[in-house]
């Protein structure tokens, strides 16, 4: 497994694999790794030919009381486990080799990123599409793999691709779930023991919202005052926002026509945790 950190060293060894031939899957990620990254990685690996992930904590996405100086790092251990899954690439740049003195340059997608997480963090989208953008440019992939657990920035970024003609295939993957449902992130790593319980509820409410549509619920306001009850048993610091939107526009709805997503941005202790669940007729 090769590691390169330079954004010129990581673009001549992506034209020496497109010259070979070869078909590059691309996963960008923050580190602390954790089973939804590998299995974003796995699928990487079956759908190309060479596998190059990315690991970079990116600051231009946090706000400025947002967790950028403790957001967790292992870089140790994050290499031995894209080395078992198999990945060919790891590009792991420093915040000065991406960002250097005099850079003045961002990619803003509009309508989907405002609402939900647009509103609680004027920016933070800004800051994903601009470094998608540039790893792209840097690691000129033919596909690249995101989570639908980050669901808004996956429909920014399918956004981004399409309008700014970008040549690579975006492909959404499943939520990984711990056994209680509680959806994987780096940041639950954040969560004491208690709290760590409590937030397994948060899917356990998503989940009795999915079961109303099921029953043939289509009235939003209906469907989230259940979730809202579940939420609320988590005693939550805050409760952010939870809504269901139309899946593409993303704009919020009151009657279920087409598909739609049950989104919610939940602060259980210290940590702010988001989850989502997508409602589709079947
Ligand atoms: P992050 O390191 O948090 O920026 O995430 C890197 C990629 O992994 C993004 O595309 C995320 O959506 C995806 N991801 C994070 N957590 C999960 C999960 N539990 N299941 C599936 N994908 C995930």
């Known amino acids: 497994m090769e590691i390169i950190s330079t954004a010129k060293e990581m673009q001549q060894r992506s034209d020496q694999f497109r010259q070979q031939g070869k078909t590059i899957a691309f996963v960008p990620t923050m580190g602390y790794l954790h089973e939804g990254h590998l299995a974003l990685m796995r699928e990487g690996k079956e759908q190309g030919d060479k596998l190059i992930i990315s690991i970079f904590v990116n600051p231009t996405q946090f706000g400025p009381a947002e967790d950028y100086e403790q957001y967790p790092r292992d870089m140790q251990r994050d290499l031995k486990l894209a080395q078992k899954v198999g990945v060919d690439c790891v590009f792991t740049p420093s915040a000065q080799e991406l960002y250097p003195d005099g850079f003045q340059t961002a990619v803003e997608v509009e309508g989907v990123t405002q609402n939900l997480c647009g509103i609680s963090r004027p920016g933070h989208f800004r800051g994903v599409t601009t470094i998608v953008a540039k790893l792209f440019n840097i690691v000129k992939p033919h596909i690249a793999l995101f989570g639908q657990k980050d669901y808004q920035q996956l429909v920014a970024i ?125």
């Not at 969560?191 to 099921?214: M, V």
């Not at 593409?248 to 989502?276: M, P, S």
């Open 158 to 282: 399918k956004r981004m691709v399409d309008d700014l003609n970008i040549d690579t295939e975006i492909i959404g993957i499943p939520t990984v779930r711990e056994r209680d449902g509680l959806a994987m992130s780096s940041r639950n790593a954040y969560l004491s023991p208690k709290k760590r319980k409590e937030a397994a509820k948060l899917y356990r409410s998503l989940r009795k919202g999915e079961e109303l549509f099921r029953q043939g619920e289509k009235n939003t306001t209906t469907i989230l005052n259940t979730v809202r009850g579940g939420i609320e048993e988590t005693k939550p610091e805050k409760i952010d926002y939870i809504k269901i939107c139309d899946a593409h526009t993303l704009e919020d709805i009151e009657e279920i026509k087409d598909d739609a997503i049950i989104a919610i941005a939940v602060q259980i202790g210290k940590t702010r945790l988001i989850d989502n669940i997508i409602l589709k007729e079947v």
